[in-house]
């Protein structure tokens, strides 16, 4: 399937509440993230994946095909490009942050809380299957 797109958010949605490691990790998180592919034409659309997360349960990933007008806690945003390596496991996302291949903008303190969770949302996009 197509990252992103309503299919590939639906499964994102199921393999996040499947995942023990995230319910555990997030157990106290309550927030929302954003998932943003970076056009390389800044006229262009920004699609992205909304996630309304609850003390380890995904409430709800939602499709938008232009998602840079959606109001999120948080948002993990990459070009088209780097996120394909990021689903491939040739990036790690941290890494990937402090090289500025990824930018995270949002309450960081909270985000440093949470850095397990966060690594599991990753693991957990990188096991939905998709298209290159």
């Not at 499947?18 to 262009?44: I, K, Q």
């Not at 402090?98 to 397990?116: S, V």
Request: charged content about 25%; aromatic content about 10%; some cysteine.
């Amino acid at each position: 399937m197509r990252f992103p797109s309503a299919e590939w958010a639906s499964a994102y949605r199921t393999a996040l509440n499947a995942n023990e490691a995230y319910r555990e990790a997030a157990a106290a998180w309550e927030g929302d993230v954003l998932f943003l592919v970076r056009p390389a034409d800044p006229a262009a659309e920004a699609p992205g994946i909304h996630l309304a997360l609850s003390h380890g349960a995904c409430q709800d990933a939602t499709f938008h095909a232009d998602a840079r007008t959606v109001e999120s806690e948080f948002v993990y945003e990459g070009t088209a490009e780097n996120w394909q390596r990021l689903l491939r496991h040739e990036l790690d996302p941290v890494r990937a942050l402090l090289d500025g291949t990824f930018r995270i903008r949002g309450n960081l303190a909270k985000a440093m809380r949470y850095t397990r969770a966060a690594k599991e949302l990753v693991e957990t996009a990188a096991s939905i299957p998709t298209d290159d």
